[in-house]
């Protein structure tokens, strides 16, 4: 029962604060709204069972990405107010277009969820929450993807500094 | 609670974001946007490990799904901060060199 009352609490907060991201017209504010956001969706994931993603949402939006994007805003002392909704032709049809491939997914997803059956008895196939079992899975099975990932932040280190560079 | 709960939130914050991407002109709400969507499908991700699969796999992907969005994150603010020191705004509007 708490867990039900947990999740309209989380998803209603989330939504919310999603839609204070794209209405502020201070950035900062919707750097805020994106950090509720985030917290509301790390909570999410702490109803859905996963901890170690949660925890990892909180680290890395929250400790890491939004303190950038802070960063970036404060770095460049922005005094301009953005200007919130521009109506042009272009952005009424792709607005459109959009709708339309929206709820195309949403009726696909019900679609495939309609044919593959559903795991009913959620206690049975508790997700897999101890970090050990992650990590060998993560260092294991999917080396590749790791290497491969390092490889990328490697990249875009590099790369972010080179297009700062005057 | 069943999955479409969680997949309906999912879908809602994806299109929240995919909407502020059109609308907004400033940048940095721009790469706002695309952080929600892929935040959206992180959670739906999540929700379909947990619903349908079962196993690891869904977080494993999720982890490299964030890892990838804070290398985005990265480089899209390593541009934006050139583009303002370049142009002197941060409004994707008057950022029109290609429009001759």
Excluded at chain 2, 39 to 63: E, K
Aim: glycine share 6%; with cysteine; proline share 1%.
């Amino acid at each position: 029962m708490i867990e039900h009352i947990l999740f309209w609490l989380l998803a209603f907060l989330l939504i919310m604060s999603a839609l204070g991201v794209i209405v502020m017209t201070s950035t900062v504010n919707s750097v805020m709204c994106l950090l509720v956001a985030m917290l509301a969706l790390a909570g999410l994931y702490v109803i859905l069972g996963t901890h170690v993603v949660a925890l990892f949402q909180i680290i890395i939006y929250v400790g890491a990405v939004l303190v950038l994007f802070l960063f970036v805003i404060m770095l460049l002392n922005l005094k301009e107010r953005a200007q919130i909704l521009t109506l042009r032709p272009f952005t009424c049809g792709a607005g459109i277009c959009i709708l339309g491939l929206v709820s195309l997914i949403a009726w696909l997803f019900r679609y495939a969820a309609t044919n593959i059956p559903l795991i009913q008895d959620t206690l049975a196939v508790t997700p897999v929450q101890n970090i050990q079992e992650l990590a060998l899975e993560l260092f294991g099975k999917h080396l590749l993807v790791f290497e491969l990932t390092s490889v990328l932040l490697l990249v875009a280190a590099v790369g972010a500094v080179l297009i700062t560079k005057k | 609670m069943g999955m479409y709960h969680f997949l309906s939130v999912g879908i809602i914050l994806f299109s929240i974001g995919l909407v502020g991407f059109l609308i907004r002109n400033n940048v940095i709400v721009l790469l706002l946007s695309v952080e929600l969507m892929l935040n959206a499908v992180n959670l739906i991700f999540v929700v379909f490990s947990r619903y349908l699969h079962g196993g690891s796999a869904g977080q494993i992907y999720v982890f490299i799904i964030m890892t990838i969005a804070a290398a985005e994150v990265a480089v899209g603010l390593a541009i934006i901060v050139s583009l303002y020191r370049r142009f002197k705004t941060l409004d994707a509007q008057k950022i029109n060199l290609l429009k001759g």
